[in-house]
């Protein structure tokens, strides 16, 4: 974890360590499916294998899977074959991620999140589930995003993927408005009669 | 004017009383007062100047649309201009001063322009300052004279970040009807935003009740119920101000702006109650009815002690019920209509019974004004033979004047969204029509002015609005009736030749000023609008558009009904630009090796949205030392250049080939396994938009880059394309997934050798050939591409591995002296090689062929985008034609980058790219110019102090014409 903003209402944690691949193409689906992963059905869906690796197929036919554990020897090895170009195959193709991942959470989550992206992600916390979901392939603050909220116990962790080229960008910049959520400086809260 | 006793619902905490200075002078009020309501309940009535003619200008509707009373305001944290008094609330230590003044409120040194004003027509400034030579002058003085308040450039920035809100149903105001709105939707299982400009729920149903208690306790109950509904989430204080599509709502909330998404909208803004328009009506004092019934209400000030009330509908009658209640002596009520309605009548007779003068077919012809300024009495007006004229009676003594004359509906979102309203020529008012999908209108925009019917209709827009977002519900379908009795005159403006009858308080605007636009041509609704500015002020029309069109109609003998009244556009409401500007996010790329960039000394530069080294700072060495230090190193040993801002992606699949044929200007279905060709990209009119260098790594799989600003936009657009021609090519981005250096100079193999088992050798990997293999222990993509004109090697590797490699590289080279290079560095090798950068030597209009790029143009194929329009172009004469040009050596005026290249006068091109080459020891350049301009074998370039350069066109490329040295490596030399 290379950063971490431990916070009263708003957590950010770095998983960009995590093990993981990408691929997509025609054969992609069978291909993970011989690998006896768990793969979700409808577009923009994921699921957690035995809650310890994640699947989640972005748009249709492109596929992130991504160990929930820092390290992971399968997916390691998975990946490694996968960007082998002495092992390419016929319509599968290998996805390289090496995303800035942030995992959001904490009571405050959603008003940071209502500040930087013009996804109701409220709606989607109330339907929150810990082994599948919903994902969103949405913008955050200029962003190109993947973004899954997961129940996590009581609450609801929101994993963001983004480009690793706007990590330093994106992190320091959700970390600062944490930082405002959690500051003293009074927010608007809408007035009760 | 006095604080009144206490009132039910008042807004105000008597408990808290609040010391607050105005212009200078100490004022007291209470917790909940707004600047106006304590400056009123104080004795003042003065509150601004106008914005033309600084005249005096008091209260008038004290609904957060008061623009006359604008002030600035001085708080610990600094001074903010422009804050409207009539919702400014008050706080402890507030200094509060006139803006539009000089030398303060009461003693304004403009205000002889008041005297002025027949100079000082509508156009005026238009054909007075319309000279070229004066005009810069003209425009300090009007701004001058014009200011509105001073920005305080050392005021603290507060957060006013925006946020996004979302719900089922958005409910615009929060009167009678936007309540019964949204509690029937909450009820339907909605979840409802339920937004008001004002701090506190209830709209009319707090102020214009008339003394009936009844309605009182319903709007009470309904406030209850509305604020402790759990599916009803409130936001006052908070102005909706624009509407945009699919249901987006602009919320302007007190410390930032919101953005509401809803799945349908109810507006429920009720009506603005508009001004009688009669000589001197501005005066302080003169008030709209419902002003003077919000003041009593809701801050307990009485804003007269003996009023006059003109007034065209039952409400007048109401606010004369409310005035007497609150102890205000009602001198007269003058009825503009000659038989007033029912239910006036009845109010009216009662009123009569009370001792209250009762004038019908009467209005006010003018107002006078006492010593202060302020409204002392009025001068009657009689209507006769269709027409206002001037009454012989006497005078009527009133320190107060209200008007209650009509209404227009808060129709500007509606119109925003789409909404076409027509007028109703029975109630005097503009009506909407059917509504775009999950849009509904309830209340008084609907025309209903009944209490009890405002809440049915309010109930049924809440359930409609329900329904329309599936919730089920039974109700929702009553049709509620429009009430018998207009609210609104057809002509409540009274003539007067000394004029000052204003129909726009923000711009002093007069009947005639609009008469004379019409006369002058400017006769319809926008061209009127465009010339007198009249709706064009803060208030945006709130208050005289209407007048306004009343006035076009008579001018032009038309009924009102065949103008079209104009929309204003969002923002319609005033919004502080912090809220505007809210957090501001500028989102930064940065390669792998960033922080390696910046242990090394690197400048920075933005290119595109990536942050990348311009340079590497020396010591004791200045810019342009280091820039030709880190040139030379390229050209005599060997450098390293960050080059992963470069657009990356992969094309998959047995189409990929023909989809880059199609894509490309070049031929790459043909391009050999292990190869890599460089490659143009045309839009449909045979345009450059980007170039690039396409590898191909097996028989079905290639990897090209593109230029660093457009990698996102030609990913999308090729994702576009492949869908649009049906291909079945997998594509994939990988340009922030992979690190990207290029290595160059004569002794970058040596270099390179040292860390891969791949054989250099040219046999082996030859010019423009593509490896993969391992670098350093990590997976590469290696190109041996003439990037900078030597032998070099770009590598392509997981970003996260890229500060590995890079140092691994660092280190292998620091016995040949490896140095790092940056942009400036790059830019210079690459113009010594002549090649061009795309949308720096190109630009919008430039094809292939003007560029002499004709050999990466294969005419030949089948198809690809812009091969059509190329053709069509080669068969014509070139506009444009990209040239090399060089100085001879020796001292020169600067010549830089946009400046123009002169033949005969005229205008025959610019220069694109330029600088001085330490390698060839003289200024090169390339420019974009006309044919002619490139035959004369001379550019004549216009420098920066007007000198005139005379270069000589030479060809291109400028250093090593053969490409030896990129090709083999071997020592090239100089062209």
């Known amino acids: 974890m290379s950063s971490t903003a431990r916070r009263a209402s708003v957590t950010l944690a770095d998983r960009s360590a995590r093990p993981r691949f990408g691929c997509k193409g025609p054969a992609a689906e069978a291909w993970l499916r011989d690998l006896g992963l768990e793969i979700p059905v409808p577009a923009n869906s994921w699921s957690c294998e035995r809650g310890d690796v994640l699947v989640a197929r972005l748009a249709t036919s492109e596929f992130l899977v991504e160990s929930l554990s820092p390290a992971n020897a399968r997916i390691d090895e998975i990946a490694h074959s996968l960007l082998d170009p002495a092992q390419r195959r016929t319509a599968l193709y290998p996805v390289l991620r090496q995303d800035r991942v942030l995992e959001l959470g904490g009571a405050r989550a959603n008003d940071l999140l209502v500040e930087t992206c013009n996804v109701d992600f409220r709606a989607l916390e109330r339907g929150a589930q810990a082994a599948q979901g919903p994902l969103v392939l949405t913008s955050m603050i200029g962003v190109g995003v993947t973004v899954i909220p997961r129940r996590d116990g009581p609450g609801v962790t929101y994993t963001i993927w983004c480009d690793p080229s706007f990590g330093h960008y994106f992190e320091s910049t959700l970390e600062a408005i944490a ?3 959690t500051s003293p400086v009074p927010l608007f809260e809408e007035k009760q009669e | 004017m006095k604080r009144l006793g206490p009132q039910a619902g008042e807004w105000i905490d008597r408990s808290r009383p609040i010391g607050f200075t105005f212009e200078g002078r100490r004022y007291r009020g209470f917790s909940g007062d707004t600047l106006t309501s304590a400056l009123l309940a104080s004795g003042e009535r003065t509150l601004g100047r106008s914005f033309k003619y600084h005249r005096r200008r008091g209260a008038l509707s004290v609904a957060n649309h008061d623009v006359n009373a604008v002030v600035q305001v001085r708080r610990v944290h600094g001074s903010v201009p422009n804050e409207r008094a009539d919702t400014l609330a008050i706080e402890e230590g507030l200094e509060a001063f006139a803006v539009n003044t000089q030398g303060g409120l009461e003693r304004d040194g403009r205000a002889w322009l008041d005297r002025f004003s027949a100079f000082l027509p509508v156009g005026f400034y238009y054909k007075a300052f319309h000279s070229r030579r004066w005009f810069p002058y003209w425009e300090r003085r009007i701004r001058d004279l014009a200011g509105l308040g001073s920005v305080d450039l050392k005021a603290p920035r507060r957060p006013t970040a925006k946020r996004y809100e979302f719900a089922d149903v958005a409910v615009v105001g929060a009167g009678p009807s936007g309540l019964a709105a949204a509690l029937a939707a909450a009820e339907a299982g909605a979840d409802v935003v339920l937004a008001d400009e004002h701090p506190h729920l209830g709209g009319s149903g707090t102020y214009a009740l008339g003394s009936d208690p009844a309605a009182a306790q319903r709007v009470a109950e309904m406030k209850q119920a509305a604020g402790s509904h759990a599916r009803i989430r409130r936001f006052t204080s908070t102005a909706a101000v624009g509407y945009y599509a699919d249901h987006w709502l602009a919320l302007d909330a007190p410390d930032r702006l919101l953005k509401l998404r809803a799945r349908s909208v109810v507006f429920a803004q009720g009506a603005y109650e508009q001004p009688a328009v009669f000589r001197n009506n501005d005066l302080p004092g003169i008030l709209l009815a419902s002003g003077a ?31 007497r209640a609150a102890g205000i002596e009602v001198t007269a009520v003058l009825d503009l209509r000659e038989r007033p309605g029912t239910q006036s009548h009845l109010l009216g007779e009662m009123l009569r019974a009370q001792g209250v003068r009762l004038l019908t077919g009467a209005a006010v012809y003018a107002a006078q004004a006492d010593s202060k300024g302020c409204v002392a009495a009025l001068e009657l007006a009689e209507w006769r033979d269709g027409a206002w004229h001037p009454a012989t009676s006497d005078p009527i003594a009133a320190d107060g004047i209200w008007m209650s004359v009509g209404f227009a509906p808060a129709d500007a979102l509606l119109r925003q969204a789409g909404a076409r309203l027509h007028y109703d020529a029975r109630m005097n008012q503009f009506l909407p029509g059917a509504l775009p999908p999950g849009l509904f209108a309830c209340g008084k925009t609907n025309g209903i002015y009944d209490f009890d019917a405002r809440l049915a209709d309010g109930a049924r827009a809440g359930a409609a609005a329900a329904r329309h977002c599936g919730f089920e519900t039974h109700r929702g379908h009553e049709a509620v009736g429009v009430p018998v009795e207009p609210a609104s005159h057809p002509w409540p403006i009274v003539d007067h030749p000394k004029a000052k009858n204003f129909v726009d308080f923000d711009e002093d605007l007069q009947v005639k000023d609009l008469e004379n636009a019409i006369q002058e041509g400017f006769d319809s609704a926008e061209l009127m609008k465009r010339y007198t500015t009249v709706g064009m002020g803060p208030s945006q029309g709130k208050h005289s558009s209407l007048n306004a069109l009343r006035v076009l109609a008579r001018a032009r003998g038309l009924a009102l009904e065949s103008l079209a009244p104009t929309t204003a556009r969002p923002m319609f409401h005033p919004v502080p630009l912090s809220h505007l500007a809210g957090r501001g996010f500028t989102p930064e790329r940065r390669t792998p090796m960033d922080g390696e960039h910046e242990r090394l000394g690197a400048v920075w530069m933005p290119a595109g949205n990536w942050r990348r080294p311009e340079y590497y700072r020396r010591p004791d060495r200045s810019r342009e030392e280091c820039i030709a230090a880190e040139v030379k190193a390229v050209r005599e040993g060997v450098a390293l250049i960050d080059v992963g801002t470069l657009g990356k992606i992969e094309a998959h699949g047995a189409a990929a ?8 200007s070049g031929r790459f279905d043909t391009l050999k396994p292990g190869m890599t060709r460089y490659g143009l990209m045309l839009d449909e ?33 090729l994702g576009r394309l492949a869908t649009g021609w049906g291909m079945a090519v997998g594509l994939v981005n990988l340009t922030g997934q992979l690190a990207a250096f290029n290595l160059a100079g004569p002794r970058s193999r040596q270099v390179l050798a040292k860390l891969t088992s791949l054989d250099l050798a040219d046999a082996a990997f030859p010019y423009l050939g593509v490896r993969e ?12 591409v003439g990037f900078v004109g030597e032998l070099g090697y770009e590598i392509h590797i997981p970003a996260s591995q890229g500060a590995g490699v890079w140092n691994a590289v660092r280190t292998a080279g620091a016995e040949p002296g490896i140095v790092p290079f940056g942009v400036e560095a790059q830019r210079m090798l690459r113009l010594e090689k002549g090649h061009i950068i795309v949308s720096q030597d190109t630009d919008g209009l430039t094809n292939p062929l003007e560029i002499g790029a004709g050999w990466a143009v294969k005419m030949d194929k089948p198809f690809f985008t812009g091969q059509r329009s190329l053709a069509i172009i080669a068969k014509g004469a070139r506009r444009q034609q990209l040239v090399g040009f060089a100085l001879e050596p020796g001292p020169a005026p600067a010549v830089k980058e946009c400046h123009l290249v002169i033949r005969q006068g005229r205008i025959a091109g610019r220069v694109t790219s330029v600088g001085r080459s330490p390698t060839l020891g003289r200024t090169i350049g390339l420019a974009l110019v006309a044919p002619a301009a490139a035959k004369d074998g001379v550019l004549h370039i216009r420098v920066d102090d007007h000198a005139m350069v005379h270069a000589p066109v030479v060809p291109t490329p400028f250093y090593d014409a053969a490409g030896s040295r990129q090709k083999s490596g071997a020592s090239g030399g100089a062209a």
Do not use: K
């Not at chain 2, 019934?293 to 065209?312: D, E, G």
């Not at chain 2, 080939?657 to 490309?664: A, H, K, W």
């Open chain 2, 657 to 664: 080939g023909p989809f880059l044929d199609r894509v490309y």
């Open chain 2, 685 to 717: 009119s045979g345009v450059i938009i980007d170039d690039g260098v396409i590898a191909r790594l097996a028989p079905e799989v290639f990897y090209f880059t593109t230029t660093t600003g457009n990698s996102a936009t030609i990913f999308r657009e």
């Open chain 2, 773 to 784: 293999a391992q670098v350093a222990g990590v997976p590469a993509r290696l190109m041996r």
């Open chain 2, 293 to 323: 019934q919000r003041l009593m209400r809701r801050y307990a000030v009485a804003p007269a002690s003996r009023v006059a009330i003109v007034t065209a509908n039952v409400h007048g009658y109401r606010a004369a019920i409310d005035a």
């Open chain 1, 179 to 181: 930082d405002e959520l």
